[in-house]
C-alpha cells in the first residue's frame, strides 16, 4: 500500500532499439529531401546532356582534352544557345524570320494545330507577361459536398460565358482542378463565382498540399483550444 510519503515512480525511459529507431526516422526524415533533390537535379543535368550533346561537333567536346566527361556542359551549352537566340527573336531581323517561319508552319495541315498549341503553352507558362493562375480556391468537386483544390486562372469570355446557364450579371470564372500527385494533369471547369471559395493560402502552399496527397499543410497559425472545457469556462468568466 502506498504512503503519502512514498516517492513517485520514475517514468520508464525507452529501450535502445526504440532510441536507435527514432533517431533513424529522424535522419531519415532530414536526409531524404537533401538526397531526392540532389538526385533529380543530377538526373535532370543528364537528361540535357543526353538531348544536346550529341548535337555539338565532337571537337568542341571537354572530354576530348581532359579525358573524362563532364556532366552540365550540355546545360550550359543549352542555356547560352536560349540566351542567343532570344536576342535575336527581340530584335527586327529575328521578328523577320519568326513570322516567316510561322507563316510557312500555318501552310501545313498537321503541324500548325500542334505549333498554335504548343507555342501558346509556351507562352502561358513562361512569358513574363502573361497572367498565370490568381489564386487557390476550393470548389465543390467532382458533386456537393465533396470540396476540391483548384486554382483560379481567368475570368470566362467569348462564347463560353455567353452560352454558359449563369445568374445574370454574375462572372463565370474559369478554375483547373489538379490531380494528386501530379498537379501538372487534372480538369479545366466553369464555375460561378459565387461556387468559389477564395484560400488565402499561396499558390505554392495550394501546390504542395496537392502533391503530398493531403499530408503537407501550409504553416498556418491555429487558434488553440483548451483541452478542459472547465478551462474554457474559468478563463471565460475571469
Keep these: 500500500m502506498n504512503t503519502p510519503f512514498d516517492p513517485e515512480p520514475k517514468p520508464r525511459r525507452p529501450g535502445v532499439l526504440a532510441r536507435l529507431r527514432y533517431s533513424f526516422l529522424t535522419g531519415l526524415v532530414v536526409i531524404a529531401p537533401v538526397g531526392l533533390t ?9 537528361w540535357v546532356d543526353g538531348v544536346v550533346l550529341p548535337l555539338v561537333p565532337y ?11 563532364l556532366r552540365g556542359i550540355g546545360v550550359i551549352i543549352f542555356l547560352m544557345f536560349t540566351i542567343v537566340v532570344g536576342w535575336v527573336a527581340k ?8 513570322g516567316l517561319a510561322e507563316s510557312i508552319v500555318e501552310r501545313m495541315p498537321v503541324v500548325r ?4 498549341g504548343v507555342k ?13 493562375f490568381e489564386k487557390a480556391c476550393l470548389v ?13 486562372s481567368t475570368q470566362a469570355r467569348g462564347e463560353i460565358a455567353a452560352r454558359a446557364e449563369n445568374a445574370p450579371g454574375e462572372a463565370l470564372m474559369s478554375v483547373f482542378v489538379p490531380t494528386t500527385p ?20 499561396s499558390i505554392e502552399d495550394a ?11 501550409p504553416n498556418q497559425r491555429q487558434p488553440v483550444q483548451p483541452e478542459d472545457p472547465r478551462l474554457a469556462a474559468s478563463e471565460t468568466n475571469s
Excluded at 38 to 46: D, E, H, S
Excluded at 91 to 98: A, C, P, Q, V
Design 38 to 46: 540532389i538526385w533529380l537535379i543530377w538526373t535532370l543535368i543528364g
Design 59 to 69: 571537337q568542341f567536346h571537354p572530354e576530348r582534352y581532359i579525358g573524362i566527361p
Design 207 to 217: 501546390a504542395k498540399l496537392v502533391i503530398s496527397a493531403g499530408l503537407v499543410y
Design 120 to 132: 501558346q503553352i509556351a507562352e502561358t507558362v513562361f512569358a513574363q507577361s502573361e497572367r498565370s
Design 113 to 116: 494545330s500542334i505549333y498554335s
Design 182 to 201: 501530379n498537379p501538372t494533369s487534372g480538369f479545366l471547369l466553369f464555375f460561378p463565382a459565387s461556387d468559389i471559395r477564395e484560400l488565402d493560402m
Design 91 to 98: 530584335g527586327l531581323i529575328g521578328r523577320s524570320l519568326i
Design 140 to 152: 465543390e468537386y467532382p458533386r456537393r459536398g465533396i470540396w476540391s483544390i483548384g486554382f483560379i
